[in-house]
Nanobody, 123 residues
């Protein structure tokens, strides 16, 4: 079992930055691919980006590429989402999710989810 807890959300002005964190329990964190999703009101959950267990490979959605960066610290059992140049359309609840093996963009492929953290970007 892996438990995930996100933090770092909040209200930020357009053009600003935020860093989200997702802390995981368990001793096998490095064996899990970790991915960030987001869900805006009335919309489906959307893939933002993911990182392999070792941290050597990342995959970022085209909508956030160049603005968002995913990283992880396996010694701290934590994955991060650095968000720069934020736009109002980035407003959503952000979730981290984990699965063994590779990063996949489909939410249904993930076994473990955090509770989500709200990010609101004002114009």
């Amino acid at each position: 079992q892996v438990q995930l807890v996100e933090s770092g959300g909040g209200l930020v002005q357009a053009g600003g930055s935020l860093r989200l964190s997702c802390a995981a329990s368990g001793r096998t964190f490095s064996t899990y691919a970790m991915t960030w999703f987001r869900q805006a009101p009335g919309k489906e959950r959307e893939f933002v980006g993911g990182i392999s267990g070792s941290g050597g490979s990342t995959n970022t959605a085209a909508t956030v590429k160049g603005r968002f960066t995913i990283s992880r610290d396996n010694a701290q059992n934590t994955v991060y989402l650095q968000k720069n140049s934020l736009k109002p359309e980035d407003t959503a609840v952000y979730y981290c999710a984990g699965r063994r093996s590779t990063v996949l963009p489909a939410p249904g492929a993930y076994d473990y989810w955090g509770q989500g953290t709200q990010v609101t970007v004002s114009s």
